[in-house]
């Protein structure tokens, strides 16, 4: 099946400092990628649409220039959290689809962000 | 995409069935059921999807009510791992690309007692 890979599994940074995020769709091409985050004991919240070649788009109240989306291939999408503060910690997944498969959206395995 | 409601938690005898209810009276005709589930500190994992036919595979079965507006997962013989927030979700499915992501809700914290 469709596999999504999701790099790093956890960070620790410092405040101020930038963090980058990638999913990769492994065995299928992506035209378009989520990214979501998610609180502890809290549901998955859409942040962005990350689309090949184009903006990315942005769900009412993420601020896109702090969460910088880049989809420059058609298997890679780029998350970074820039100027981190510790209210930026949270859990960040990203989703994609293949278009041309039956099982909906595949997940990458997640990222654990801790600013310090 | 319509809402959904489910239990926010159930608990289940291992090797015992899991079945975990979800209402989505608000369905429309061309709007899929789906489900995820997610495991501690790890992405949602796909788990059935199904329009109005009863659907089976390898992990799990889903009903669907013939009015649509209710489903049931059924995990057949539950294990300590299948412990996860389950969650029910219902969306239109476009052959391109999937144009936006995906609505969670609340879910189900399913837990298997052993």
């Known amino acids: 099946g469709a596999v999504v890979s999701q790099h790093p599994s956890r960070v620790i940074c410092k405040s101020g400092t930038s963090v980058k995020i990638e999913c990769r769709s492994l065995?299928?091409?992506?035209?378009?990628m989520f990214w979501y985050r998610q609180f502890p004991k809290k549901s998955l919240m859409l942040m962005a649409t990350s689309n090949e070649g184009s903006k990315a788009t942005y769900e009412q109240g993420v601020e896109k220039d702090k969460f910088l989306i880049n989809h420059a291939s058609l298997t890679l999408s780029t998350l970074t959290v820039t100027s981190a503060h510790p209210e930026d910690s949270s859990f960040y997944i990203c989703?994609?689809?293949?278009?041309?498969?039956?099982?909906?959206?595949?997940f990458g395995s997640g990222t654990r962000l801790t600013v310090v | 995409d319509a809402k959904t409601t489910q239990p926010p938690s159930m608990d289940c005898a291992e090797g015992r069935a899991a079945n975990l209810p979800c209402n989505h009276s608000t369905i429309s005709g061309n709007e899929y059921v789906y489900w995820y589930r997610q495991i501690h500190s790890q992405g949602p994992q796909y788990i059935i999807h199904?329009?109005?036919n009863n659907e089976t595979n390898e992990m799990a079965s889903l009903i669907i009510t013939e009015d649509r507006k209710s489903s049931t997962l059924i995990l057949p013989h539950a294990t300590l791992r299948d412990t996860a927030v389950y969650y029910c979700i219902v969306r239109v499915v476009t052959r391109r690309g999937g144009a936006d992501g995906l609505t969670f809700g609340k879910g189900t914290h399913l837990i298997i007692q052993p």
């Open positions: 065995d299928f091409q992506a035209t378009t």
């Open positions: 199904g329009l109005k």
């Open positions: 989703s994609a689809r293949d278009s041309y498969s039956n099982y909906g959206y595949t």
